[in-house]
């Protein structure tokens, strides 16, 4: 299942909450319902944080799934502009952030291993052939968390 964020933040908006971190709250356990139903879950998400990425692993090891963490980046500035000021909003009131907005966001650099696809020399086949390989790569059992 895809579940994406700016659906639920626009649905809670729309709805007249004031979305912070609450977004974030839904999806994790929107995730885990369906991860402990057998289903894939792609969380299409900004995930700027350490703690957001802690928090949709600690999703992933409570329903004892498997986790591929990836980031997409776009390495070609000119074009990540480009693709960030021609980008339309396709839900009903939903504002699509400024590029100047993108560049003030609080972002975190990654301290983990993960898989890193940049955009601006990967199709999007491409794209989709990686995480796949990256997939069948993945341990058949979750790597849980060793006991102290």
Same mark, same amino acid.
């Given at each position: 299942?895809?579940?994406?964020?700016? %659906?639920?933040?626009?649905?809670?908006?729309?709805?007249?909450?004031?979305?912070?971190?609450?977004?974030?709250?839904?999806?994790?356990?929107?995730?885990?319902?369906?991860?402990?139903?057998?289903?894939?879950?792609?969380?299409?998400?900004?995930?700027? $944080?350490?703690?957001?990425?802690?928090? $949709?692993?600690?999703?992933?090891?409570?329903?004892?799934?498997?986790?591929?963490?990836?980031?997409?980046?776009? %390495?070609?500035?000119?074009?990540?502009?480009?693709?960030?000021? %021609?980008?339309?909003?396709?839900?009903?009131?939903?504002?699509?952030?400024? $590029?100047?907005?993108?560049?003030?966001?609080?972002?975190?650099? $990654?301290?983990?291993?993960?898989?890193?696809?940049?955009?601006?020399?990967?199709?999007?086949?491409?794209?989709?052939?990686?995480?796949?390989?990256?997939?069948?790569?993945?341990?058949?059992?979750?790597?849980?968390?060793?006991?102290?």
């Amino acid at each position: 299942m895809h579940l994406r964020i700016d %659906s639920i933040e626009q649905a809670l908006r729309n709805a007249g909450v004031r979305v912070e971190g609450e977004g974030y709250a839904v999806a994790y356990a929107v995730a885990e319902d369906n991860l402990c139903a057998g289903r894939t879950v792609i969380a299409d998400c900004v995930n700027p $944080w350490p703690l957001t990425r802690d928090a $949709w692993r600690a999703v992933a090891e409570r329903a004892g799934v498997r986790v591929l963490e990836v980031e997409l980046a776009c %390495s070609d500035p000119a074009e990540h502009r480009r693709r960030i000021e %021609s980008r339309v909003p396709d839900l009903a009131g939903h504002r699509v952030p400024s $590029w100047q907005e993108v560049l003030d966001r609080s972002y975190h650099a $990654w301290d983990r291993d993960r898989l890193v696809l940049d955009t601006a020399r990967l199709s999007t086949d491409q794209s989709v052939n990686a995480i796949i390989g990256a997939l069948t790569q993945l341990p058949k059992s979750p790597q849980l968390p060793k006991s102290p």
